[in-house]
């Protein structure tokens, strides 16, 4: 960990407080009483004054809507509507007018251009002038008799509060037409033309007793300021919360009114005690991120960490408070609605399940100032978490996304169940947490599904679906090595059946096995004559070179595989692969012919770079490479030859110590030899038979 990455943490740190006294409101200006409902008071809260209790906004807000339900409406009298329904009568008897000679069907089709839906047989009346004038003046006089009274509708209290120039006059509902009673009354009243009213009296009788918009907002405002906002008071001295009590609802109310007490006497926290506050979080946030950043260069080997890798782990911190804020401070929701489980699960696919535990840990002691110190969602996030990491690596699911939003989801619903049991919650109160849980595990497994190929593409990781693309027979790379090196090919084959066979038999990455395999020896690309699987005439080609030349043009097709690799973009693991799968391993052959032609000898010379294989896969890269080139070299006809080559390669390899870097034992060997014995078994074709342990161009 170098000055740029503590210049990294610092920066966070910077950050993450920025946010605190940004957000954390009012931690300057009044003491803080971190108590929530249901924990137990670690000390003594005493009032320093007498202030008043503060009723909840929530109770102040039902009083309100308790007292609106009980208001009477207020109503007026509106002319509009009777003057509508005057309008709609002259225009409909306009149109008998204009059609007074018309037999009924024409005029309904006339009315009905006009929006009147009449049907003939109710306009037989509007044939006879006579009975068509002397119905239109009774009409308007029942029109002007239950406009006069008044007609309402949807009115559910038994009288009605009619205000008309400031007065307010309550009178039964029986006094006026409900908008039924009124097409009633004009049927019964025009039995002539009760069809046309049963059909188009909606038209004609509107609803004039209405709600009086202006004045009913106007009594609800005055009703709102008339509900007192306190609710008796807190003398100075008197105790508001006892040591070791658990503190209930009311304290709560308590506590947050001595708050809004502080805030009006204007009582500010000196500079000295600001200075230290801030220095306080600066200092627990720094120490946070540098163990988790510690914890992550134990992970990895210093020399692979690069400042590439620390920003993601530090922005992942950041990321967390960020969400902490919003959903805590800003939208002012529960905080079992913060996606925490999102950066632990990414930490694990891609940084490894021991790393992602302790950034569990980390993050919950990072949010913690940022939920106000809260118990249980702490709690809920960090053992659903955990479970959820332990399941995922136990079922080998890292990029199975649904089963890790299910896995993340039961745990959830467990752990809550045992805090909701421990709480004595009602079965509401559960519902919901579980439903905020619910929510935030989908929206952390959406963030995974965003941050995971994102920085496995980034990091170039050896993914599975990676993998499975490049063993693909279409890829560039292999339809090279099979037009070019036609060899090579078929010995890369055979060497992954072999790895794959291995890796599956001592619990190893299958996948990446094979994958190691075909990519191996994609280097003899760059010059396939030179290798014998590809040009049996090889030899002479060695014969006019020095032996010094010849055992560097072999071992070049590792700078060579490698180059091509980062090229094309192969994952770093396959990378690795192709750099250690002959370790430093001598190149005895060509070794031995200087000696022969007594050459002065540099050992760099006839040695491959390396480095030793690192991996378990590699390892199992290395042997499959010997065993299968040295059984091809030979006339086998017996099993036992075959598992004696195997015992000699391995042996051989552990006292040269090119497995010394790889995380393998001595009972995987006896595993591998079983492994490998059936598809050797089945490879017949003949090599060039190289001296014991001297093997020319190895692959």
């Known amino acids: 960990m170098n000055s740029k990455h503590i210049l990294v943490i610092i920066l966070t740190a910077f950050a993450i407080v920025g946010l605190y ?10 003491p803080q009483l971190r108590l929530k409902e249901g924990q137990v008071a670690e000390m003594e809260v005493i009032a320093p004054f007498d202030f008043p209790v503060m009723k909840p906004a929530e109770q102040i807000t039902l009083e309100h809507e308790q007292s609106v339900l009980q208001m009477n409406i207020p ?16 225009r409909l008897w306009e149109i008998f007018y204009h059609n007074r000679d018309a037999d009924t069907n024409a005029l309904a089709a006339e009315c009905e251009k006009a929006g009147f839906k009449i049907s003939p047989e109710s306009l037989i009346f509007a044939r006879n002038s006579q ?46 037409y409900s908008k039924a009673e009124a097409l009633e009354y004009l049927s019964d009243s025009l039995p002539a033309v009760e069809s046309m009213i049963k059909e188009i009296g909606n038209r004609f009788v509107l609803p004039n007793i209405i709600e009086d918009k202006d004045l009913s907002s106007e009594i609800k405002q005055r009703i709102l300021l008339e509900i007192p906002e306190t609710e008796g008071m807190i003398l100075q001295n008197e105790v508001i919360i006892r040591k070791n009590s658990r503190v209930s609802s009311s304290d709560v109310v308590k506590l947050e009114s001595l708050l809004e007490a502080y805030k009006s006497r204007g009582i500010h926290k000196s500079p000295f005690q600001q200075m230290l506050l801030a220095f306080g979080m600066m200092l627990y946030v720094s120490m946070i991120l540098l163990v988790v950043n510690h914890c992550y260069v134990v992970n990895k080997p210093e020399s692979q960490v690069t400042l590439r890798d620390y920003l993601p782990v530090n922005l992942a911190m950041l990321i967390i408070v960020v969400f902490s804020v919003v959903i805590n401070h ?64 136990r079922q080998k699911a890292q990029h199975e996304y649904l089963s890790i939003w299910f896995y993340l989801l039961i745990s959830s619903l467990m752990v809550n169940a045992a805090i909701s049991i421990y709480n004595n919650d009602n079965p509401a109160l559960f519902l919901r947490k579980l439903g905020f849980s619910a929510v935030s595990s989908a929206i952390s497994v959406m963030g995974v599904l965003v941050i995971v190929p994102y ?64 990519y191996h020896d994609i280097g003899k690309i760059a010059n396939t004559e030179i290798f014998t699987e590809n040009n049996e005439n090889s030899s002479e080609i060695h014969d006019k070179l020095p032996p010094n030349q ?9 700078q060579e595989g490698v180059k091509l690799a980062e090229e094309y973009k192969i994952p770093q693991p396959v990378i690795d692969i192709i750099k250690q799968h002959h370790g430093d391993n001598s190149i005895r052959y060509f070794y031995d012919k200087a000696e022969k032609m007594d050459l002065p000898i540099e050992p760099e ?53 090119q497995f010394s870097d790889a995380p393998i034992t001595m009972k995987d060997f006896s595993v591998i030899k079983e492994s490998m014995l059936p598809v050797l078994g089945s490879i017949y074709r003949k090599r060039l038979d190289y001296p014991q342990e001297n093997d020319k161009n190895r692959d």
């Open 131 to 176: 009975i068509r004038d002397r119905i239109y003046d009774s009409f308007r006089n029942h029109l002007a008799h239950i406009y006069n009274r008044g007609i309402y509708d949807s009115v559910t209290t038994d009288s009605l509060s009619i205000w008309s120039g400031g007065i307010e006059s309550i009178q039964p509902k029986e006094s006026f």
């Open 330 to 393: 800003l939208l002012s929701l529960n905080n079992l609605l913060i996606p925490f489980a999102m950066m632990a699960i990414s930490a694990s696919i891609l940084l490894g399940v021991d790393f992602a535990m302790l950034f569990s840990i980390c993050s919950m002691l990072i949010i913690s100032p940022f939920i106000n110190w809260e118990t249980f969602p702490p709690i809920i996030f960090l053992f659903s978490t955990v479970t959820t990491l332990i399941l995922i690596e």
């Open 455 to 518: 920085y496995e593409k980034k990091w170039n990781r050896a993914t599975k679906q990676t993998l499975l693309e490049l063993i693909d027979f279409n890829h560039p790379l292999i339809k090279k090595l099979a037009t070019e090196a036609v060899g090579t090919y078929h010995h890369s084959l055979i060497v992954g059946n072999l790895a794959e066979r291995a890796a599956e038999a001592i619990g190893a990455n299958p996948l990446l096995a094979r994958v190691g395999s075909y």
């Open 605 to 657: 010379d006839y040695h491959y770079p390396g480095p030793r294989p690192q991996s378990k896969e590699a390892a199992l890269v290395m042997i499959a490479d010997i065993v299968e080139s040295t059984t091809k070299s030979k006339t086998i006809t017996s099993e036992e030859e075959i598992e004696k080559i195997i015992d000699d390669t391995i042996s051989r390899l552990i006292r040269e110590g």
């Open 75 to 90: 109503y007026m009298v509106d002319d509009e509507p009777y003057f509508l329904s005057l309008s709609e009568m002259d």
């Open 21 to 30: 006294h940004i957000f954390a409101e009012g931690r300057f200006d009044y």
């Open 550 to 558: 010849s055992a560097g043009l072999i071992k070049n097709h590792v």
